[in-house]
T-cell receptor, first 115, second 113 residues
Framework: NAGVMQNPRHLVRRRGQEARLRCSPMKGHSHVYWYRQLPEEGLKFMVYLQKENIIDESGMPKERFSAEFPKEGPSILRIQQVVRGDSAAYFC?????????????FGPGTRLTVL | SQKIEQNSEALNIQEGKTATLTCNYTNYSPAYLQWYRQDPGRGPVFLLLIRENEKEKRKERLKVTFDTTLKQSLFHITASQPADSATYLCALDPLGSASKIIFGSGTRLSIRP
């Protein structure tokens, strides 16, 4: 059973471009979470999605950031018009049931560098 | 304000000794608390979950305690090994719900041979 897959592993963008990060949850998992981690800092919750629904987006900036988890295909975190401050590692996690009642499994992360 | 605090400085332990990591929180009433391990360049790996009605939980060489009065969790690794060297993160549910968890900034643990 493959783990959580994220791609690309490394992404370089120039300021003003769009970054699109993909996350394929583990088989049978319908709950997806996105986190951002800056160097030497902990993970910051961004958004929690179930298939086709955003459950909690309280940690996601209102502008430029969006997330989706379509019925078919991976979850996508989209960052429009990237700025240098968006440079970070972005981790996706998935669980079979909601976190707290079930373990969440993390992917290897996408390291975004904005030049 | 709401905070989760972990030892900010790295912890250096001699192999074979017990490593103890601390997680303190303020202004939360979590239903549970989790501990994760993170190696450089990798995603966190879940280790243990302890619920508010549990005082202690063990898994092999790992032991976690949860004191809701002190608002503190302790994470112990007994008979530590160099392979235990990593950053350890604590996390809790800020609203007692299952919608999201909040992470501490982590403690870097180094076990020297």
């Amino acid at each position: 059973n493959a783990g959580v897959m994220q791609n690309p592993r490394h992404l370089v963008r120039r300021r003003g471009q769009e970054a699109r990060l993909r996350c394929s949850p583990m088989k049978g998992h319908s709950h997806v979470y996105w986190y951002r981690q800056l160097p030497e800092e902990g993970l910051k919750f961004m958004v929690y999605l179930q298939k086709e629904n955003i459950i909690d987006e309280s940690g996601m900036p209102k502008e430029r950031f969006s997330a989706e988890f379509p019925k078919e295909g991976p979850s996508i975190l989209r960052i429009q018009q990237v700025v240098r401050g968006d440079s970070a590692a972005y981790f996706c996690a998935s669980s079979r049931d909601s976190v707290g009642t079930d373990t969440q499994y993390f992917g290897p992360g996408t390291r975004l560098t904005v030049l | 304000s709401q905070k989760i605090e972990q030892n900010s400085e790295a912890l250096n332990i001699q192999e074979g000794k017990t490593a103890t990591l601390t997680c303190n929180y303020t202004n939360y009433s979590p239903a549970y608390l989790q501990w994760y391990r993170q190696d450089p360049g990798r995603g966190p790996v879940f280790l243990l979950l302890i619920r508010e009605n549990e005082k202690e939980k063990r898994k092999e060489r790992l032991k976690v305690t949860f004191d809701t009065t002190l608002k503190q969790s302790l994470f112990h690794i007994t008979a530590s090994q160099p392979a235990d060297s990593a950053t350890y993160l604590c996390a809790l549910d800020p609203l007692g719900s299952a919608s999201k968890i909040i992470f501490g900034s982590g403690t870097r643990l180094s076990i020297r041979p």
